[in-house]
């Protein structure tokens, strides 16, 4: 090695010793005589000092340095003079007093500074990754993700799971997204497809015997670039022979539980995770993903106000619609101004207004009168309505309640992410706090209005519940799956089920969902054909790494945790892919651009 220590393995022990370190120089600062530079390896910096009267050489090679110039310097550890001791550094106390300098490489100036934690546009962060990665956010993101995956491997390897690597080159199949496609060069004009998931190859593990399979596995699905979601991306995958939910459930809750108390002892769980039905986790949060760090959940008024003459509340229960809210806490006394944003936020989801009430600052709801009550329907409610509607809402003297009156599938999507956005601007969510929690009892199939036909919720490999595998005729929609999401925060951590084993349940599926024959055994007759081999009964889920990473860093999109993300348009800006490719290997690949 060019060094004897890391600067994580230096402190005021080693005073005395001789050490050599390399890295790269973060700051450099002359004070007269002497020149101090700060040297960053990946655990951190340590300050080395050049004195004249030490070493004159040294020094006056220590003068050319400038910043991200690699060094190897070898010199004793000393204890910094007291009153020049760095607290918020780990190698604060102690200095390296140089004696011998190689500069190892220079560099030029860099495009942004990497010893301050400036804000840089993304998009040059990404073309120089390598520079960002010096940065310590990048750095400690990447070490976090590496962290999570060590612990994983670890928990699986001790419950008798076999790491599997399945292919990227395979075919298409139907996880809900776009596929990208690869072309064959050996079979003129044909298509490989690259995984949106390992679903089919971990089923067929599982007809293959192998029990117990986990893979940390690329999955690749051409979608419109979100902050948590990239063109690829990598999931814990497992799968599991012999189980019912319980068992698949049970595995999962025990990693997290395991994994947060040992990684995050200081952060609150609860445990056993909370589970919600789908159907509950819809009505009561508007979001088959809700963040349980706070309550505010929403309430059904209808009933409050189904004889008020006030029109918006008429209009929309007459046309079969519903009256509902939520309590938005401490707001009552917002400005006529933030009203008006309240009412653009909740338009933006796609309400046609919001009402909002007002509840004065009293003792208690029973003290309330209604001359504490702001509201411009105030005429047409009674105290006894507006309390009931406080009580329905979950909201106390000084909150204010927004309603929304509208179609019940509109009244969800927008409370729910109105609910959302504002926990997360009042502050409502506490950061010490991580809220899984399961969602169950999902619909199998839900029906796709664009091309008038059902499809699966989850994906075609879940089985129905046993006991509404007759429905799949008659009322397909009501059919329940053997599906679970696994939540946290707000977001949907991952996903899975109970799969089908049986050949004939499969094709069912495939029929209902309107794929002829012919289609199923094109498509998955290699799956149908596996079934009728003896496959066992099994299950699995999925869960994202790279949105457990950004939940458990903190950040907010999933670029922060991977190491080379693609940028919003799905490029890399560092290769600057996509790219064009020559006339040579399009021939080779049978493939000519069409002139659009
Ligand atoms: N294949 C599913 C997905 O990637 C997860 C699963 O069912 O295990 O979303």
Not at 306 to 312: D, I, K, L, P, Q
Not at 328 to 341: D, F, I, V
Not at 442 to 469: C, M, S, V, Y
């Amino acid at each position: 090695m060019l060094r004897t220590h890391s600067s994580h393995e230096l402190d005021r022990r080693l005073v005395g010793q001789k050490v050599t370190v390399a890295g790269w120089v973060d700051r450099r600062r002359d004070h007269g005589g002497l020149i101090f530079i700060d040297v960053r390896d990946r655990a951190g910096l340590v300050q080395v000092v050049f004195n004249p009267e030490l070493s004159p050489d040294c020094h006056k090679l220590a003068g050319d340095l400038r910043s991200e110039f690699v060094v190897q310097v070898t010199g004793a550890v000393s204890r910094r003079p007291p009153g020049t001791e760095n607290r918020k550094l780990a190698t604060g106390e102690i200095e390296i007093l140089a004696e011998s300098l190689t500069i190892l490489n220079t560099s030029e100036t860099p495009p942004f500074y990497i010893n301050e934690d400036v804000e840089v546009d993304e998009n040059l962060r990404l073309k120089y990754r390598y520079l960002d990665m010096r940065r310590p956010r990048v750095r400690d993101n990447i070490m976090l993700r590496h962290r999570v995956v060590r612990f994983i491997r670890d928990y699986f390897d001790e419950l008798g799971f076999v790491e599997v690597e399945t292919p990227v080159l395979g075919k298409s199949t139907p996880e809900g997204a776009r596929d990208y496609l690869v072309p064959s060069r050996m079979q003129p004009g044909k298509f490989y497809a690259l995984p949106q998931s390992p679903q089919q190859m971990k089923q067929l593990l599982m007809v293959g015997g192998l029990e117990k399979y986990y893979q940390i596995a690329k999955c690749f699905r051409d979608e419109d670039t979100r902050a948590d979601r990239q063109p690829e991306f990598t999931q814990l995958d497992m799968e599991m022979s012999f189980v019912t939910e319980e068992d698949v459930m049970s595995v999962t809750e025990e990693l997290f539980t395991r994994m947060m108390r040992q990684m995050y002892p200081t952060k609150r769980i609860v445990t056993p995770f909370p589970r919600l039905t789908y159907a509950e986790a819809m009505e009561r949060y508007g979001s088959d993903k809700p963040d349980l760090r706070f309550g505010m959940a929403i309430g059904d008024v209808s009933g409050v106000v189904a004889r008020s003459e006030f029109g918006v509340f008429k209009n929309a229960l007459e046309a079969g619609g519903r009256v509902r809210g939520i309590a938005l806490p401490g707001c009552a006394g917002y400005s006529r101004q933030e009203l008006g944003h309240l009412t653009e936020l909740a338009q933006s989801y796609g309400a046609k207004g919001l009402l909002s009430i007002a509840l004065g600052e009293c003792a208690s709801l029973n003290e309330l009168s209604m001359e504490q009550v702001r509201c411009v329907a105030a005429k047409y409610l009674s105290l006894e309505q507006v309390k009931e509607i406080a009580r329905e809402t979950g909201a106390a003297p000084g909150d204010l309640i927004v309603l929304v009156a509208d179609t019940g599938d509109v009244t969800t999507a927008v409370l729910g992410k109105f609910r959302q956005e504002m926990g997360l601007r009042l502050k409502l969510a506490d950061p010490d706090f991580f809220a899984f929690a399961w969602v169950l009892d999902f619909p199998l199939l839900e029906w796709n209005k664009d091309f008038g036909r059902w499809q699966a919720t989850h994906h075609p490999f879940t089985a129905p519940l046993e006991a509404d595998i007759l429905l799949l005729d008659k009322e397909p929609g009501r059919t329940g799956s053997r599906a679970y999401d696994i939540v946290l925060n707000g977001y949907e951590l991952g996903g899975g089920s109970i799969r089908i084993h049986q050949a004939w349940l499969q094709r069912k599926i495939f029929q209902v969902m309107q794929y002829s024959d012919a289609e199923i055994d094109e498509r998955f007759g290699h799956l149908l054909e596996a079934f009728s081999y003896g496959a066992p009964p099994h299950g699995g889920i999925a869960v994202g790494i790279d949105r457990l990473a950004m939940l458990l860093s903190g950040e907010n999109t999933i670029r922060e945790v991977i190491p080379f993300p693609k940028n919003q348009n799905a490029a890399d800006m560092l290769f600057n892919a996509p790219s064009a490719v020559t006339e040579e290997q399009l021939k080779e690949l049978h493939i000519r651009l069409r002139e659009e």
